[in-house]
């Protein structure tokens, strides 16, 4: 899966995304991923949601007549024309704090000193941040009366099943770990019974990989890996890779909602934000990217004061690029695989290069990745068939500069970030 990530926020009212969907189409995603679009609370967050079953007031068009829940669904069709499928958040961990849930419903959450539990959580630096306009859901009650049809756990089924109507088939579950396994076993099941298209995508970023491995096995269709904050040293990120990828394919991202933008992160240099999407696009089975990082945006996503004009000036254009790689992914089921990564070594240690195996047969691509996005690099090998354990014919797939013919021995100059794709024949 490829997702274009359509950050409500800057995209602003629905009838205005038109352009967004097309892009991203022609891009070559497949998928457009949405934050949540349900009515806030008093904080204006994205993910502190007052009322499930109403759309925010601020993506509907003001002179439209159609109803609100009809708005979501044109849009819906519209992507659909383009070929995209849509996913949102499922934010079900926590609400609003003021949501009317608390009155209606106050046995549907945690107390702690006859109070409404707050969500936290415990920063690197040891800080203990606490979200006061969030309250946090009871999910263990919510499985001891998961027969009741007037409880919690039938609330979310229904509020599944009203997503799927206005035209969304794909979830990605906010904060997944936190939620117990069996809820989501049993949640994802009741779905299935009779929404047997729908996709379940676990957000686990965080957590221990032992936390992800648990959380992946309750029936998730994907997670997400942390390739965004690999700097290409160590082995911590093919460590976890591994301990995951037989359980649930996985999804890296160069930026998201959640990060600083890397135009701005590396100080506008344009060769860093291609190395790093061709990177996390070809690692892993899926990939992710956030609206304007196609455009060299500067701001970051904030889910609370980002409005559309926040929407920037192109500072570069990277659509033609992102569309190359996003092909090549296509092309190489290696590269759309969970295929088992080697790193290999290399004289020069400001070059990476790593090997990918098919999930089954003898098929293998290899990734040259220059790690400095500042300085080229010199990428010398006696004979390519040996790192990439293939007799036959080599495919050179580089959204730079591929070559028809391989020498040997091989030589190339990599620019500033730049990386070569190479795949054996039977890859």
């Known amino acids: 899966m490829k997702f274009y990530n359509l950050f409500p926020r800057l995209a602003g009212p629905f ?25 806030l609370g008093r904080s204006g967050s994205l993910y502190s949601i007052a009322d499930y079953f109403a759309i925010n007031e601020a993506l509907l068009a003001s002179e439209s007549s159609l109803a609100p829940e009809a708005q979501v669904q044109a849009m819906a069709e519209r992507a659909g024309e383009q070929g995209l499928s849509l996913m949102i958040d499922l934010v079900i961990n926590h609400c609003a704090e003021d ?50 049809p007037h409880g919690l756990l039938a609330y979310f089924v229904r509020l599944v099943e009203h997503l799927i109507g206005l035209g969304f088939r794909g979830f990605r579950c906010d904060a997944a770990y936190q939620l117990p396994t069996a809820l989501w076993e049993q949640l994802i099941s009741r779905i299935r019974d009779r929404h047997p298209g729908a996709v379940f995508v676990a957000e686990t970023l965080g957590c221990s990989p032992e936390q992800t491995r648990e959380t992946a096995e309750a029936g998730f269709d994907a997670i997400f890996n942390s390739a965004k904050w690999w700097d290409f040293n160590g082995n911590w990120l093919l460590e976890q890779y591994e301990l995951t990828r037989q359980i649930a394919p996985s999804i890296g991202f160069p930026e998201s909602h959640d990060t600083r933008r890397m135009f701005e992160e590396f100080h506008a240099n344009a060769d860093a934000l291609r190395q790093r999407y061709l990177f996390t696009a070809l690692f892993a089975s899926g990939v992710m990217m956030p609206i304007g990082f196609e455009f060299g945006f500067r701001r970051r996503l904030d889910v609370v004061e980002t409005t559309p004009n926040d929407w920037e000036t192109p500072n570069l254009d990277l659509c033609d690029f992102i569309t190359q790689v996003n092909a090549i992914k296509d092309a190489v089921p290696v590269l759309a695989g969970e295929g088992r990564i080697e790193w290999l070594d290399h004289p020069d240690p400001a070059i990476l290069v790593l090997r990918k195996h098919a999930l089954q047969g003898p098929g293998q691509a290899l990734l040259v990745i220059n790690k400095d996005p500042w300085a080229r690099q010199r990428f010398y090998v006696d004979d390519l068939h040996h790192l990439l354990q293939s007799p036959g014919p080599i495919r050179d797939l580089s959204p730079d500069w591929p070559m028809a013919e391989l020498p040997a021995p091989f030589e190339f100059w990599l620019g500033p970030g730049m990386a070569r794709v190479l795949v054996s024949s039977d890859a």
Do not use: Y
Not at 105 to 129: L, M, S, T, Y
Not at 136 to 143: K, S, T
């Open 15 to 39: 009838e205005r995304w038109t352009p967004h969907l097309e892009r991203a189409a022609a891009m070559g995603f497949d998928w457009v991923f949405v934050n949540p679009i349900q009515q």
């Open 99 to 148: 949501s009317p849930l608390l009155s209606e419903h106050p046995d549907w959450f945690v107390r702690q000193n006859n109070r409404i539990a707050h969500p936290f959580c415990v920063e690197a630096n040891g800080n203990k941040v606490v979200w006061r306009d969030l309250a946090q859901f009871d999910h263990q009650r919510a499985l001891q009366q998961a027969d009741d």
